[in-house]
């Protein structure tokens, strides 16, 4: 579409939009299109004896000139003439109360520069001003009424826009061919621009060359010339200093020939300690010879030897092998369940209200212990009171300390690292000391790791110290061991992730798996590479953090929950290509009390009841593994159920009953030895007793 077409078509909806105020769009005049179009026919005037640079922008110029023909030619064909003269009917025949009056617009046609090639100039033509002053002095002139006289104004001035919109299609029609003539010759001056572009190129490099020669060959004259002057002046240096010593070398020459008359007589001392030294250097060789015998025999001892030690370290891993059987067999013969008894020593307040006093409990040996009613009952106002006896394989006073308790367990310890599945529990009433027992004082995650004093740490660290020195003592025998630690607790039946990070889903559930080669896994449960003994007490820290604790009339803090840490050990032997994999339980079980005692009410009562029958079934569990029952109830319970492939079999089990100094927790303490004296009387392997066991 033209630029006078543009013009005409918004004036048209300016009409038609009633717009109140005169258009202030800035038209170039017909002298700037002029001028604009003489420069350019003047620039398309030159022949072809340009120069390259000049032939370069004619190019541009033409191209220029075929995009705005180009955007014209779109223009035309999106709205065509068609489309404004609706646009004009609609203006026209809209009704007479719509039309208001506007200021007449004077609308200038924009052209495109004519082009002039050697052969074709084309008219230069002034652009048309089309000036409605007629129709828009009329329109001044008439009524607001005369709505009729208004569309007869604008009849005119329509067939008057249209005869002009058919002269500039022609006189587009005629550009159209001066722009094809235009192409032939801009074709012609392509080809003739390229070939001397070439040529000037290859006249160019020639050049390049030349000059990079030119450059080159001064450059090596100047190193020449350098290095000739660099060389005249080291001789020229030379020469002197070869003159200054001559006359050196003449004066030594004298000093030598005086000094050789001196030593003249030098040389025939000399001479005589010269055969002395030749005699005492062939004593020296008869020597050597002598040691490089010696030499070649220690050499044979050395290989003797590593044959002898090669011998020997393979003796050492048989007798490992054979340590581990006597080792396990002193261990069943001790019994593979085995039950060790502690007491408690007095806390806090507890020391000046009974200021040490136990007469209550009356220790015989270490593996024993008596308990006397009669002075709960003189308490009580009761005259009539009982004794009752107990033994167990174990009987920690009050005084022991942590070291002296782990020694007794550090060989169960050993057979987890020896393959063989280990379970130690603490059982016991809430507050006896199960937890200070398994991992020691109470951990806190906000100072640094290790925080725990070395003689009050918990048998969880000690075990873990113990197998982490005896896996790097191993290493010389060719053993390499990895190992992974998991910590939950079983509440009210449910598995809890005790090492989660993250706050898990209540969704998120943890079942327990056994395969065929009796290792158990818990779905969703979080292992950890366990990569130095210190870090177990992080993870001890973020265990305590998540377990659940509630307050009972027998402890003020009292662990609900049963915590199993789990260590798995797998060993690896490079020399002998041998594995064995071992599994460590510890387990702190939750506070044993009797409803009556522990005063738990609702969701506490709860949480007591679960307690107690898992418990129960524990002792179901030991008491059908030691009557070789066809059926064991593990499933009765999740603590049974996880612990099934280290209960029964080869597996070595040691439980401590823990129970409190006070008096008024005998009853508690006389119902947890009973229960622990029926679980000691169980024999799990190879030394078994043949009597039924009733744990109820």
């Known amino acids: ?184 010759v801009k074709g012609t001056l392509e080809i ?104 070649q025999q220690l050499l044979r001892e050395i290989d003797e030897n590593k044959t002898k030690i090669a011998e020997l370290e393979a003796q050492v891993r048989e007798d490992e092998t054979l340590r581990k059987k006597l080792h396990n067999t002193i261990q069943e013969l001790k019994g593979n369940i085995r039950v060790f008894c502690r007491v408690r020593p007095y806390l806090g307040d507890e020391i000046k209200e009974f200021n040490g006093n136990m007469e209550h409990y009356e220790f015989q040996n270490d593996k ?66 199960k937890t200070y027992t398994m991992e020691g004082p109470g951990i806190s995650s906000e100072i640094d790791f290790p925080i725990v004093d070395s003689k009050c740490k918990g048998m969880i660290p000690r075990a873990v110290e113990q197998i982490w020195i005896s896996a790097e003592a191993l290493k010389d025998k060719g053993w390499t061991y990895e190992m992974e630690a998991m910590y939950i607790e079983i509440y009210n039946e449910s598995i809890k992730d005790l090492l989660a990070k993250k706050q898990v889903s209540e969704d998120t559930k943890y079942d327990i798996k056994h395969d065929a080669k009796g290792n158990t896994t818990i779905t969703n449960a979080t292992t950890i590479k366990v990569r130095s003994p210190t870090q177990v007490y992080e993870l001890l820290s973020r265990a305590s953090h998540n377990r659940s604790v509630g307050r009972t009339d027998m402890n003020e803090r009292s662990s609900r929950s049963h915590s199993v840490f789990q260590l798995k050990l797998v060993g690896t032997n490079s020399i002998t290509t041998e594995s064995i994999s071992g599994l460590l339980n510890l387990i702190d079980l939750a506070g044993s009390e009797r409803l009556n005692q522990s005063g738990a009410t609702g969701q506490r009562l709860k949480e007591t009841q679960h307690i107690n029958k898992s418990l129960t079934h524990l002792g179901d569990v030991i008491a059908a593994l030691a009557n070789k029952e066809s059926h064991i109830p593990y499933r009765n319970s999740k603590l049974t159920y996880l612990l099934q492939n280290s209960l029964g079999g080869n597996s070595k089990t040691l439980m401590f009953v823990n129970i409190s100094p006070r008096v008024s927790d005998l009853n508690e303490t006389i119902s947890s030895l009973r229960f622990a004296t029926k679980v000691n009387a169980c024999e799990i392997g190879t030394a078994k007793k043949q009597n039924k066991t009733d744990l109820k």
């Open 368 to 433: 024993s212990l008596d308990i006397n009613t009669s002075v709960m009952s003189g308490i009580t106002g009761k005259t009539d009171g009982k004794k009752f006896n107990f033994g167990f394989d174990k009987v920690f006073q009050p005084q022991s300390s942590q070291s002296a308790v782990f020694d007794e367990i550090s060989q169960l310890v050993q057979s987890a690292l020896d393959g063989y599945n280990t379970c130690i529990f603490a059982y016991g009433q809430t507050g006896s000391g």
């Open 1 to 184: 579409m033209s630029s006078f077409e543009a013009s005409l078509r918004e004036s048209s909806l300016n009409k038609t939009m009633n717009a109140a105020a005169p258009s202030k769009l800035k038209v170039p005049s017909s002298k700037a299109v002029l001028a604009t179009s003489n420069k350019e026919n003047s620039a398309n005037a030159l022949g072809s004896t340009e120069t390259a640079s000049t032939l370069k922008r004619k190019v541009s110029s033409e191209a220029i000139l075929r995009e705005k023909l180009n955007e014209r030619k779109a223009m035309n064909s999106t709205l065509g003439t068609s489309s404004l003269r609706t646009n004009l009917n609609a203006t026209i025949s809209a009704p007479a109360s719509k039309v208001r009056k506007v200021t007449p617009v004077t609308t200038t046609l924009s052209r495109a520069p004519a082009v002039k090639t050697s052969t074709t100039t084309s008219t230069v033509r002034k652009p048309a001003v089309v000036k409605a002053s007629a129709a828009s002095s009329s329109e001044g002139n008439r009524a607001d009424w005369d709505v009729q006289g208004r569309l007869a104004d604008n009849e005119k001035m329509m067939k008057m826009l249209l005869s002009k919109l058919e002269q500039n299609e022609s006189e587009l029609a005629n550009r159209e061919q001066t722009i094809t003539k235009i192409n032939e």
């Open 192 to 295: 003739d621009v390229e070939g001397r572009t070439k040529e000037l190129q290859q006249v160019y490099t020639e050049k390049l060359d030349l000059q990079n020669q030119m450059v080159n060959m001064q450059s090596e004259h100047n190193i020449r010339v350098q290095s000739m002057l660099l060389k005249y002046q080291s001789l020229e240096s030379t020469h002197n200093m070869t003159s200054s010593q001559l006359n050196m070398s003449k004066a030594e020459n004298e000093s030598l020939k005086l000094t050789i008359e001196g030593q003249t007589g030098q040389i025939s001392n000399f001479t005589t300690e010269v055969f002395t030294l030749k005699s005492n250097l062939k004593n020296a060789q008869e020597s050597c010879t002598e040691k490089e015998a010696k030499i």
